[in-house]
C-alpha cells in the first residue's frame, strides 16, 4: 500500500524566515504533486514534479523531487503571512497505467502558520 | 472555460437520507476522481471513473456508497442512509488521459444532522 508521510505537521513561523517541508513515499514514482489548501476552500496546484532532480520555484515556494531516495521537499525563502495555508504533497497510485493518471495518495498535510 | 464544477457546495441531510452529490469534468477530461477529506485530515481517494465505467472503487465503502459516470451528464456520488460519520467534505477532480495532472473542484460538504 502507497504511503505518503509528510512532516512537520504543523508549523509556526516568524515572518522572514526560512523553512522546508518534507514528504517521503513508499513506492516507486516519478510524479509528485503540491497543492495549497486555504480554509474552507479547494485545493490549488502548486507544483507537478515529473522526474528525478525535478525543481520548480514560484515566488516564495520551491519544490523539489528525489525518486531514489523518495522524497520531495517544499521549501519557504523569507516567509510572508499570505503564505499562511495547509500544504498537501500527493503521490500518482500509478496502478493501472504504469503511472498514468490513476487518482492521488495524499500525505495529512503541513499545517503552516506565518505570524508577523 | 469552466473548471470541475461540484454542487451542491453544501448539502445537509437528516441521519437515514441519501445525498447525492454532482460533479461535471473539465472540458477535455475524461477521468473523474472522487476523495473525502474529514476534518483535518488529508484527502482519501474513493473511486476512480471513466465514462460509463468503474476504472478503481478500492477507496470506497463497501456499503451505501456508490459511484457513476453516465454518457450523458454529470458524475454522481451517492451516499445512501447518511450516518454522522459520513459528515466531510467531498471533493472531485479530473484528468485528460495522457495529462500530467488533475483538476479539483470546490467540493460539496455534507453535514448530517
Known amino acids: 500500500e502507497l504511503k505518503v508521510e509528510q512532516n512537520p505537521l504543523f508549523l509556526s513561523m516568524q515572518e522572514g524566515k526560512n523553512y522546508t517541508i518534507y514528504c517521503n513515499y513508499s513506492?516507486?514514482?516519478?510524479?509528485l504533486y503540491w497543492y495549497r489548501q486555504d480554509p474552507g476552500k479547494s485545493l490549488e496546484s502548486l507544483f507537478v514534479?515529473?522526474?528525478?532532480?525535478a525543481v520548480k520555484q514560484e515566488g516564495r515556494l520551491m519544490a523539489s523531487l528525489d525518486t531514489k531516495a523518495r522524497l520531495s521537499t517544499l521549501h519557504i525563502t523569507a516567509a510572508v503571512h499570505d503564505l499562511s495555508a495547509t500544504y498537501f504533497c500527493?503521490?500518482?497510485?500509478?496502478?493501472?497505467?504504469?503511472?498514468?493518471?490513476?487518482?492521488?495518495?495524499f500525505g495529512k498535510g503541513t499545517h503552516l502558520i506565518i505570524q508577523p | 472555460n469552466a473548471g470541475v464544477m461540484q454542487n451542491p457546495r453544501h448539502l445537509v441531510r437528516r441521519r437515514g437520507q441519501e445525498a447525492r452529490l454532482r460533479c461535471s469534468p473539465m472540458?477535455?477530461?475524461?477521468?473523474v476522481y472522487w476523495y473525502r477529506q474529514l476534518p483535518e485530515e488529508g484527502l482519501k481517494f474513493m473511486v476512480y471513473?471513466?465514462?460509463?465505467?468503474?476504472?478503481?472503487e478500492s477507496g470506497m465503502p463497501k456499503e451505501r456508497f456508490s459511484a457513476e459516470f453516465p454518457k450523458e451528464g454529470p458524475s454522481i456520488l451517492r451516499i445512501q442512509q447518511v450516518v454522522r460519520g459520513d459528515s466531510a467534505a467531498y471533493f472531485c477532480?479530473?484528468?485528460?488521459?495522457?495529462?500530467?495532472?488533475?483538476?479539483f473542484g470546490s467540493g460539496t460538504r455534507l453535514t448530517v444532522v
Open positions: 477532480a479530473s484528468s485528460r488521459t495522457g495529462g500530467n495532472g488533475y483538476t
Open positions: 513506492t516507486t514514482s516519478d510524479r
Open positions: 514534479l515529473l522526474s528525478n532532480g
Open positions: 500527493a503521490v500518482d497510485r500509478g496502478m493501472y497505467s504504469g503511472g498514468g493518471a490513476d487518482g492521488l495518495t
Open positions: 472540458k477535455g477530461h475524461s477521468h
Open positions: 471513473l471513466q465514462k460509463e465505467n468503474i476504472i478503481d
